[in-house]
C-alpha cells in the first residue's frame, strides 16, 4: 500500500507540464478552501459586531412588560359574620423608555468596540498576508522535494554505473576490492537517500493538500534564469522602521493597548455616579374586587440617579486589575516591536544574502561539474581512483540540492520581508509567480 502511495505521488508529482498549475492558481485555491482563513473571516465578522454593541449602550432602550392575573379573595366582616368572595381578573401593562445621560462605564466600552472592531479587520488581514505566506512555503517545499526526488534517482544511477565499472575493473584486475566495496556503500546511501526524498514528497504534498484541500497535481517549476533582485528600498532601517509602525502583529498590539486603556476608564466608571432619563407608560385594569372594577392609565418621566457606596472593595480591586493588565499591554507591544524589527533583519538579510548564496552556488555548480569531468578523465588514465570519481559526484549533487534549496529560500524570503513591513499583497505573489514556467 505504501509503495502504492508513493507510486501515485510520483506520478502526480511529475506530470506533463501542460496540466501544470502555478502559484496563482495554488492560492486561488486555497483562498476558497484553506479552513484557517475561514476561521480568520468567521473572527472578522464576529468582531464586527463590537462596534454596534458598544454603541447600543448609548442609546435608549424601550422595554415593554404585561401581565394578567387571577385573583380569589374571600373577605369576612367581623360585625355580622357575613363572608363575601370576589373572583377577578387584574391586567397590567407597562412601557419604559430609558435613555442614558451620563455613565462613565459605557461610554468606554462604546470606544472598546471600536477598537475590537479595528482589530478583528486588522487580524483578518494578518491571516491573508499569513495565507500568502504559507501558500508560497508550501508551494515551493513540493518543488523542493520533487527536485530532491530527481537528483536522488539521478544519483543512484550514477552510483551504480560506477558500481558496475568497479566490478569490471575488479574482475580484470585493474582495481581492488575496496574500490567495490566503496561504491556499493555509496549505492546503498543512495538508495536509502531516494526513499527518504520519496517520503518527503509526499509529506510536503500533504501539508498542501491542508491548505487547499486537495492532493496538489503538477506544479509549475522555477526558471533557470531567476532575477535576483536587492529589496527595495534597498536600505534595511527603513525597513525596519516601516515594521515598527505597520507590522500587522504591531498594529494589533498597539489597538491591544487603547483597548487596555479602555479597561481602566470602565473599571474607573464603577466609582461614579449614574444618571438616566425614565419614562413609562402604563395602563391596568381590574374587572372586580371590593371597589369594583376599573381601568387605570399612568405616565410618568424623570431622572434616575445612582451612586455607588460600597460594594466590598470589589470596584477598586477591578481598578488594579485593569491597571496590571492595562501595563501588561504595554509591554506586549514593546515586546511585538522589537520583535517585529528583528523579524524584518532576517528576512531583509535572508533577501540580500540569499541572492549573493544563489550566486555562489551557480558558481559551485559549475567548478563541481568541471571538478568531475576531470576526475573522471583522470580515472580513465590512471592517475585517479573510482572513489575520487564518487566523491566527486557527491560533491556535484550537493551543490545541486543547495542550489535548488537557496533559489526557492530566496523567493519565500522576499515575501517574509513584505510581510514584516506589513505591505505583503496579492500583487507580490504574482511577482513571483512571474518566474514560474
Known amino acids: ?19 501544470a498549475a502555478n502559484l496563482m492558481d ?19 465578522q464576529a468582531g464586527q459586531e463590537k462596534l454596534p454593541q458598544g454603541r447600543a449602550l448609548l442609546l435608549p432602550s424601550l422595554d415593554l412588560g404585561a401581565s394578567t392575573i387571577w385573583n380569589e379573595e374571600e373577605i369576612q366582616t367581623r360585625s355580622n359574620g357575613i363572608t363575601t368572595d370576589y373572583n377577578y381578573n387584574s391586567n397590567g401593562a407597562k412601557l419604559t423608555l430609558m435613555q442614558p445621560i451620563y455613565r462613565r462605564q459605557n461610554w468606554a466600552e462604546y470606544e472598546q468596540g471600536k477598537l475590537q472592531s479595528a482589530v ?38 550514477a552510483i551504480q554505473e560506477q558500481l558496475d565499472q568497479a566490478k569490471m575493473s575488479f ?54 534564469d531567476l532575477s535576483l533582485q536587492a529589496p527595495e528600498p534597498n536600505d534595511i532601517s527603513k525597513w525596519v522602521e516601516a515594521a515598527e509602525h505597520d507590522n500587522l502583529l504591531v ?13 481602566v476608564e470602565r473599571n474607573r466608571g464603577g466609582h461614579h455616579p449614574t444618571l438616566d432619563l425614565v419614562a413609562t407608560y402604563g395602563d391596568s385594569s381590574l374587572s372586580g374586587g371590593r371597589f369594583g372594577a376599573y381601568d387605570t392609565k399612568a405616565a410618568t418621566i424623570g431622572l434616575q440617579l445612582g451612586l455607588p457606596l460600597y460594594q466590598g472593595g470589589a470596584a477598586s480591586s477591578r481598578v488594579r486589575e485593569a491597571v496590571a493588565n492595562q501595563e501588561k499591554a504595554r509591554q506586549d507591544l514593546t515586546l511585538e516591536v522589537r520583535q517585529s524589527a528583528l523579524s524584518t533583519r532576517e528576512a531583509y538579510l535572508g533577501v540580500t544574502s540569499g541572492a549573493a548564496q544563489v550566486r555562489a552556488l551557480e558558481q559551485a555548480l ?46 519565500v524570503s522576499r515575501l517574509k520581508l513584505k510581510s514584516a513591513a506589513g505591505t505583503l499583497a496579492e500583487g507580490d505573489l504574482q511577482q513571483v509567480n512571474q518566474w514560474l514556467k
Not at 1 to 18: G, Q
Not at 121 to 127: D, R, S
Not at 251 to 263: C, F, G, L, M, P
Open 1 to 19: 500500500m505504501k509503495r502504492l502511495t508513493l507510486a501515485l505521488l510520483i506520478a502526480t508529482a511529475f506530470a506533463p507540464s501542460t496540466q
Open 26 to 44: 495554488i492560492y486561488r485555491d486555497a483562498l476558497a478552501n484553506d479552513a484557517a482563513l475561514a476561521s480568520a473571516r468567521a473572527a472578522y
Open 120 to 157: 478583528a479587520e486588522i487580524q483578518y488581514a494578518a491571516a491573508q498576508q499569513g495565507l500568502i505566506l504559507n501558500v508560497a512555503q508550501a508551494y515551493f517545499d513540493v518543488l523542493l522535494a520533487q527536485d530532491n526526488v530527481t537528483l536522488a534517482a539521478t544519483q543512484k544511477k
Open 171 to 224: 574482475e580484470v584486475g585493474t582495481a581492488t576490492i575496496t574500490d567495490t566495496h566503496e561504491a556499493q556503500a555509496r549505492f546503498d546511501l543512495a538508495n536509502a537517500s531516494e526513499i527518504a526524498a520519496l517520503n518527503d514528497l509526499e509529506i510536503r504534498q500533504r501539508a498542501l493538500e491542508k491548505i487547499i484541500g486537495k492532493l496538489p497535481g503538477s506544479l509549475a517549476t522555477l526558471a533557470a
Open 251 to 263: 498594529q494589533t498590539k498597539r489597538i491591544s493597548a487603547e483597548i487596555a486603556n479602555q479597561e
Open 366 to 411: 559549475v567548478s563541481s561539474q568541471s571538478s568531475l569531468d576531470s576526475t573522471r578523465l583522470g580515472l580513465e588514465v590512471g592517475v585517479r581512483t573510482n572513489v575520487d570519481v564518487l566523491n566527486a559526484q557527491q560533491q556535484l549533487f550537493s551543490a545541486k540540492r543547495d542550489l535548488y534549496k537557496a533559489r526557492y529560500a530566496y523567493l
